[in-house]
């Protein structure tokens, strides 16, 4: 067990609705960062939080938008859902930034768009 | 840029053999290069990671070795074990504020 927890595991909706994925970071961790990986494809960053504050973008839709909150938890929401977007969404954390911290994973939400 | 290139894409090797994968990053600012271990439906783990400074670590059977000069660092996992196949991910860090992850190298380790 990383430490790092994600709810639900699998979400199933339809196009066009909006999901909230939702990530609690590990105990003392102040980083976020929200992967999205579909089938057979690799990890595609999307967002960084850093103590609330959003650090850095990756190819990320207009459509998806995401927050931490100051308990640290962080909200990947994801809205007019389309079948595309169907995938694993992983978040993961770390103490801090990325010059000297370990970045772990947690187990994933399973999103189906059909 | 940002890439990180990863090879092979797939990899099969007898129990015992060695196993290499490798990878090139484009970023000359990363400082930071872990590798993931992923199996059927479960997370990423981490299974070794390695900092600029430093040109070769070692942990058991699996070792990574860096080169800044060339942007190359590789994987290496001796003595392979069935338990050992899964998807392998390496990674470099861009900017302190994000991981950009090659595309994986499925391995399979035939008994």
């Known amino acids: 067990d990383s430490g790092v927890t994600q709810t639900p595991k699998h979400l199933i909706t339809a196009t066009g609705q909006r999901v909230t994925l939702r990530c609690s970071p590990r105990s003392g961790d102040l980083s976020v960062y929200w992967y999205q990986q579909s089938l057979d494809q690799g990890l595609q960053f999307l967002i960084h939080y850093y103590n609330g504050e959003e650090r850095a973008k990756g190819n990320i839709l207009e459509r998806f938008s995401a927050q931490q909150f100051p308990d640290l938890h962080s909200e990947l929401n994801l809205s007019s859902l389309e079948l595309g977007d169907s995938a694993l969404y992983f978040c993961?954390?770390?103490?801090?930034?990325?010059?000297?911290?370990?970045?772990?994973f947690g187990s994933g939400t399973q999103l189906s768009v059909l | 840029g940002e890439n990180v290139e990863q090879h092979p894409s797939t990899l099969s090797v007898q129990e015992g053999d060695s196993a290499v994968i490798k990878c090139t990053y484009s970023d000359s600012a990363s400082n930071y290069f872990p590798w993931y271990k992923q199996e059927l439906g479960k997370r990423p783990q981490l299974i070794i990671d390695?900092?600029?400074?430093?040109g070769e670590k070692k942990d058991q059977r699996i070792a990574v070795t860096l080169n800044k000069t060339a942007k190359h660092f590789s994987l290496h996992i001796t003595e392979t074990q069935p338990e050992d196949s899964a998807v392998y991910f390496c990674?470099?860090?861009?900017?302190?504020?994000?991981?950009?992850f090659g595309t994986g190298t499925r391995l399979l380790v035939s008994p």
């Open positions: 390695i900092r600029s400074n430093v």
């Open positions: 993961a954390s770390s103490v801090g930034v990325l010059r000297d911290e370990k970045l772990f």
């Open positions: 990674a470099a860090s861009i900017g302190f504020q994000k991981l950009v």
